[in-house]
């Protein structure tokens, strides 16, 4: 297997990656980037994601349920692969970037 590099256009760099089996995988960054492939990286396609706040971190722990770390403290549930998104702020924490995303199963992460 061979690395292939695949230019998406606009400015900005992603900063996330999470592939949940051989052919789907997300990859988030700048300015509220959500790309999405469903054949292993062939080709990608934009998903909105409804912000334009830095993504940094994504996780899936199925081709439909997966979460968005963002820089300004909120995170992204999806369970539809992407196709819509639900934020949410967590109450009474300080504003922080997530780094880092990781869920186990649907429910724990």
Known sequence: MEWKVVRM???GYFQG?????MENGWAVGDSGR???????GETWEIQEGGTIV???C??????????IGA???S???????GVSWTWVHPVGEERRTFMAVSFFDNRTG
């Open 9 to 11: 256009g606009g400015t």
């Open 17 to 21: 990656l999470s592939f949940v089996d």
């Open 34 to 40: 959500i790309i999405h492939t469903g054949d292993g």
């Open 54 to 56: 830095p993504l940094k």
């Open 58 to 67: 994504v996780a899936f722990s199925s081709p439909q349920m997966g979460w």
């Open 71 to 73: 820089g300004d403290n």
């Open 75 to 81: 995170i992204g549930r999806t369970t539809d692969g």
